[in-house]
């Protein structure tokens, strides 16, 4: 039973390119985020979104685009794909209440921009 | 803005010693929560044990427990009975206790375990 799911784990695609990375979390999570780990393993909040609406939108170009079409499921598109781009992008939830707030993790989609 | 540091980017253990990895952070906040995340070759992201900081106990999960230091601003993490399957990236992480909702992480910068036999 995935708690957090990604898809795809991996994504090679060439500068200019448009590309989307899926998320899902069936563990009934109201709060879900996208975080950005780039080449020194380090970790950057992106977005935020709490029952669809959007939380947290951090300085991300706007060339990111997170949609979420129902509280269990976060999409992230990015237009114009960059080098720099390239990163390992995470999925995340939680349900936020007393008590609870940890956060869950996906097991990540690594993107490469050649 | 809230920040966290880990000032040892790689730590080394033998196997069955202990270990421990430090972590501050700053915040002008009271009420708040750590964490400790570690980050396995595999990529996988899992939480090994938190702390509420309104909470004077130590947090403990197994062969895991932290040493929460308030004033100090010092969250460190010690590992005993270290494993081989302990070898990873420790991240240290806070988040505020204010927001209701979508409260994000800070991450500090990650400490890489080795462990040898």
């Known amino acids: 039973d995935t708690a957090v799911s990604q898809t795809p784990k991996y994504l090679v695609t060439q500068m200019g390119n448009d590309k989307s990375i899926k998320c899902e979390q069936n563990?009934?999570?109201?709060?879900m985020y996208w975080y950005k780990q780039d080449s020194k393993k380090f970790l950057k909040i992106m977005f935020s979104?709490?029952?669809?609406?959007?939380?947290i939108n951090e300085t991300v170009p706007n060339r990111f685009s997170p949609k979420s079409p129902d509280k269990a499921h976060l999409n992230l598109h990015i237009n114009s794909l960059e080098l720099g781009d390239s990163a390992v992008y995470f999925c995340?939830?939680?349900?936020?209440?007393?008590?609870?707030?940890?956060?869950?993790f996906g097991p990540g989609t690594r993107l490469t921009v050649t | 803005a809230q920040t966290v540091t880990q000032s040892q980017p790689e730590m080394s253990v033998q196997e069955a010693e202990t270990v421990t990895l430090s972590c501050t952070y700053d915040?002008?906040?009271?009420?708040?929560?750590l964490f400790w995340y570690k980050q396995p070759p595999s990529r996988q992201m899992i939480l090994v044990i938190r702390q509420e900081a309104y909470k004077q106990q130590n947090a403990t999960e197994n062969r895991f427990s932290v040493n929460f230091q308030k004033a100090a601003k010092s969250f460190s993490l010690k590992i005993s009975d270290s494993q081989l399957g302990d070898a990873a990236m420790y991240f240290c992480?806070?988040?505020?206790?204010?927001?209701?909702?979508?409260?994000?992480?800070?991450f500090g910068e990650g400490t890489q375990l080795t462990v040898n036999p």
């Open positions: 563990l009934g999570h109201d709060t």
């Open positions: 915040t002008s906040e009271s009420d708040y929560y």
């Open positions: 979104y709490n029952n669809k609406e959007l939380i």
């Open positions: 992480a806070y988040r505020s206790a204010r927001e209701t909702s979508g409260s994000r992480l800070t």
């Open positions: 995340a939830s939680s349900q936020d209440r007393a008590n609870s707030y940890e956060q869950y």
